[in-house]
């Protein structure tokens, strides 16, 4: 979309899309409080007892009703601060939670597909959900000339069709079993609070950069960073698509491993990351050229984000994996330690270099973030669940010896 994008919008509606971009994923946490990440958790505690699992769906359905009436709410008792602060309309402060609660309910789906291992399908329905938004957003933006207001309608009225699809699948497929259970609901937040926790600090890490933008710079200044937030995505992008790959496999593997199976888990991590490493010094190098051929006129500050925000990218890559062992162990409570601390550094560093360097403190702050976080997440990892990372350490003191 970028090409058409910066070619069809100004840098000051491109801001305006950015935040709304902004703001709905973390109402789609808020919403969705872990629930989804506790299904897929749960698959592997009842794939014997289909019973059980269809009402954890439903409860997590009762879960994500809940939190939506409260972020309604809460953005209804914040509109004039958000129609002064942000140029929103109160069209999208209304379409907001509707788009997040539909996003959160599509994840349900999304995390089955994982779990399951069915890639082909994941594929065909996370292709389909994209080439639906891109068609109508090109519908919108071009055609009809909606400029932002028909980006947002098009992911909008995307995220809505494939809820119901969603919603239809679930019941055609006996998934849903109608009984609230305040038990499971408990045990389902008991599990998802501290994921969401972890959301919103990872929102903080992620995208309060451009809040501060909009506050401390200008809205044109917010649109201009986000293009370039997003060419360095595509490092995300490749670590995103391995991730979700390898995480139900990655939990297999840790059902009782031996040390000689510990010792392979670390080995192929460590390849990994550096194969993820030179992709993104590769991405670096040639993202430039790519700015030329599809940003447009007026976005040309985006490319000088993309070192920076690419390597921050690498760093989450690596943080993804070491978490994996913390949601196994069902520790999640160490990736709110990790994402807080990482957080307050990222709203204290964006204040201090946005002042100081403009929108490039923003880029800097978020790379720091990423780096802090992931550290600490994999200090964490050796009390939630003990790998031999450092391995080679020991092999070096025994050739010594």
Sequence with gaps: MLPVLTRFLTPFHYGILAT?????PMGESFIDMGSSAAISRQYFDTKDAPLNFGQYIFNSIIVKLSFLVIFLAALVFLRSWLIEKFNFPVWLIITIPGVAFASAFIDIIVKLLVVQKKAYAYSLFQCSRTI?????????????????KGRVLGIAVTEIIFMLLCAAFLIRKSLLKYAIKPDLIKEMLVFGMPLFLYGVGRWVITLSDRLFLNVMVSVSATGSYSVGYSMASVVEFIAGGVGLAVMPILFEKLKNPSEAQKLLIVKCTYLYFFALFFVTLIWIYIAPIFCKIFIGKGFEEASRYIPLISFAYFANAMFRVFSLYISYSKKTYYLIYSIMAAGAINLILNY????????????????????????????????????????FMKIKRERLS
């Design 20 to 24: 709304f971009q902004t703001i709905y």
């Design 132 to 148: 639906l938004n891109i068609i109508l957003s090109l519908l919108l933006v071009v055609v009809i000339g909606l400029s932002w």
């Design 352 to 391: 201090i270099l946005i002042k100081a360097n403009g929108p490039m403190g923003a880029a800097q702050s978020t790379l720091i973030s990423y780096l802090v976080n992931m550290l600490l997440v994999w200090f964490f990892v050796q009390r939630a669940y003990p790998m031999p990372w450092f391995y």
